[in-house]
């Protein structure tokens, strides 16, 4: 699948504004989903749809880079937000994996209020309300709560560092900081 070229220009820029916009977005909703599991819920399967598309974008937009890499003039500048643009595909990964989790325990969740609650005596069909219990315990949700503010935090660090140095790379020593001395 070709990325690099969209109606004739570069599908580069198009995928940097759209992840730099949709992954903040699905680490948002993924640290709302954790802190509300009533959001989770509410929100069902576009929680990982979201990270999917994310996932997807993400993959896109580093394909439709290194595709550019290859076409423009190489500087140090380049290279290394080529190399930091690959540092991301983890964290997205990472991103996309949880926002599952999280729905799953959503589920879970739910499954558990409509089995009163995991009460003894609930129903216990194919060990269903055992494992909506257990994914709905504490520890369970801490710990998923620190891994989606770690990899929150880190995918949003890593989009704005890259952002940084692609900006670097296209208008460091491009343009004049005083204008073009044309107006009064």
């Avoid at 989606?148 to 790379?169: F, M, N, P, Q, W």
Wanted: proline fraction near 4%; charge should be negative.
């Amino acid at each position: 699948m070709d990325v690099g070229l969209i109606n004739g220009l570069p599908g580069h820029p198009l995928f940097v504004h759209s992840s730099a916009v949709l992954v903040p977005l699905t680490a948002l909703a993924l640290l709302v989903c954790v802190l509300w599991p009533s959001a989770a819920r509410r929100l069902s399967w576009v929680l990982p749809a979201l990270g999917l598309v994310t996932l997807v974008l993400v993959v896109l937009t580093t394909e439709s880079g290194e595709w550019l890499e290859e076409r423009v003039q190489e500087t140090a500048l380049v290279e290394e937000h080529t190399e930091m643009g690959s540092e991301l595909t983890p964290w997205i990964i990472a991103l996309f994996v949880l926002t599952v989790a999280v729905w799953l325990l959503g589920r879970a969740g739910s499954r558990r209020d409509r089995d009163g609650g995991g009460a003894a005596g609930s129903s216990t069909e194919g060990g269903a309300s055992v494992m909506a219990r257990r994914a709905a315990s504490v520890p369970v949700r801490v710990a998923v709560l620190v891994l989606a503010l770690v990899v929150a935090v880190g995918t949003a660090v890593e989009v704005y560092r890259i952002g940084d140095s692609g900006a670097k790379a296209v208008w460091h020593g491009r343009f004049s900081t005083t204008g073009s001395g044309g107006g009064g």
